[in-house]
């Protein structure tokens, strides 16, 4: 390398941001502990970037989950600086000159490192019923396809955008007190179908909607709809559902069945 | 063998002091405990009505002491806050479509502010006239 190119080369190199992650291997230790990497710094460097250089050049046993690079997969959420965050939405530039604290997400169990236990959602996710459930199963596949409108497919097409990243779970403090409670996610999903014109479970899944750990477990913080990568806005699909929980009880009075 | 051991993180009774969103949240929620105190005093005037003028008049002039007036003044301060952060949080529990697309925010707040406006001026004349 020529001497002249040194100079350009060496100021680049100069800068360094500070990236401490919160380390767990659950063979050696017994709680988890910070451990700080110096990464060289580049605007235009994703957290996730700067995890992927930590685990090629620094430290291979760092553990981190990912995928796709593009906030579609939702595999790399964890706490940026406390906050709920995509790894491969979040950039060092927003963060430079100061440290950069990494954490596994919020509320839910610390598996290894950066990885989580996710159990718990994936079984919410599948208790709500997240499927179409006709109102006859004897119509002929030769009979077509169920046909919706644009305005009927408006009306639950936000909700359906999640990427189940588990960002809302973790910036969820009713979930992190009490884990009996349904969820910000799920209840998002819940509303997906309950709102989808080609659908007629809706009964079943009230019964979901009006329990304790259901809508009522929400005191409306809101903070999920505000970490929320894909802009689902959870917090709107359970106000929502509470109105039809009201509207449910109410007419359960007149009209017990 | 499994080596996993899944780690539980502890949440202390001070999360809310962390982030400041958790922070307004706790004080959106807590103002409940004001306007409570608030309400007790204001039905304690009711019940004092019923035992008549002296009753009635010696509970009037407990409201203008200065401990009662800066209570007062905290209370509206804290009913304000909670009415402005609720007045923003409400489209998300509106489900109006026109045409097809959603309506859109910004109408669904100011229908609220127009609305408390009407119902404030309201009150004032009937209590004045």
Redesign the interface.
């Known amino acids: 390398m020529s001497a002249q190119t040194m100079p350009a080369h060496s100021t680049m190199a100069n800068k360094v941001i500070e990236v401490e992650i919160l380390r767990?291997r659950?063979?050696q230790d017994d709680?988890?502990f910070p451990q700080l990497f110096e990464v060289p710094y580049n605007p235009d460097m994703s957290i996730l970037e700067a995890l992927q250089y930590i685990k090629d050049h620094l430290d291979s046993t760092v553990s981190f989950r990912w995928s796709c690079r593009m906030a579609i997969c939702g595999s790399c959420g964890l706490m940026v600086n406390?906050?709920p965050k995509l790894g491969c939405k979040a950039f060092l530039r927003d963060y430079y000159p100061q440290k950069v604290k990494l954490e596994a997400l919020?509320?839910f169990?610390?598996?290894r490192d950066l990885v989580v236990?996710m159990g718990d959602f994936i079984k919410k996710l599948e208790e709500i019923k997240p499927y179409i459930i006709p109102a006859t199963d004897d119509k002929c596949l030769s009979e077509g396809t169920y046909k919706q409108t644009?305005?009927q497919m408006?009306?639950y097409k936000q909700f359906s955008m999640c990427i189940n990243c588990g960002l809302c779970y973790s910036a969820c403090?009713q979930y992190?007190?009490d884990k009996k409670f349904t969820g910000p996610a799920a209840l998002a999903l819940l509303a997906r179908y309950n709102r989808d014109s080609r659908d007629a479970g809706s009964a079943e899944r009230m019964k979901i909607v009006n329990q304790e750990e259901g809508v009522w477990s929400c005191?409306?913080?809101?903070?999920c709809?505000?970490v929320c990568p894909k802009g689902v806005?959870p917090?709107?699909a359970i106000?929502?559902l509470?109105?039809e929980s009201s509207k449910d009880y109410l007419i359960g009075m007149f009209k017990p069945d | 063998m499994s080596?996993?051991?899944?780690?539980?993180?502890e949440?202390n009774n001070d999360?809310?002091l962390?982030?400041a969103?958790?922070s307004k949240?706790m004080i959106r929620?807590g103002s409940s405990i004001l306007i409570t105190l608030y309400s007790l005093i204001l039905a304690w005037g009711v019940f004092r009505l019923s035992q008549g003028e002296e009753a009635f008049n010696a509970w009037l002039s407990a409201l203008q002491h200065p401990i009662s007036i800066i209570f007062h003044l905290l209370v509206l301060l804290i009913a304000l806050y909670h009415t402005i952060t609720w007045f923003s949080?409400a489209?998300?529990?509106v489900?109006l479509?026109i045409k097809?697309?959603?309506l859109d925010a910004k109408f669904i707040v100011a229908g609220h502010y127009i609305s408390f406006i009407i119902v404030t001026i309201f009150c004032l004349v009937v209590i004045m006239l």
């Open positions: 767990y659950p063979e709680n988890p406390n906050i919020a509320n169990p610390i598996e236990d644009p305005e408006e009306k403090p992190g007190l005191t409306f913080v809101g903070y709809s505000v806005d917090a709107a106000q929502l509470k109105v | 080596k996993r051991k899944p780690y539980q993180r949440m999360w809310w962390k982030n969103f958790y949240y929620e949080l489209p998300k529990a489900d479509y097809g697309k959603p």
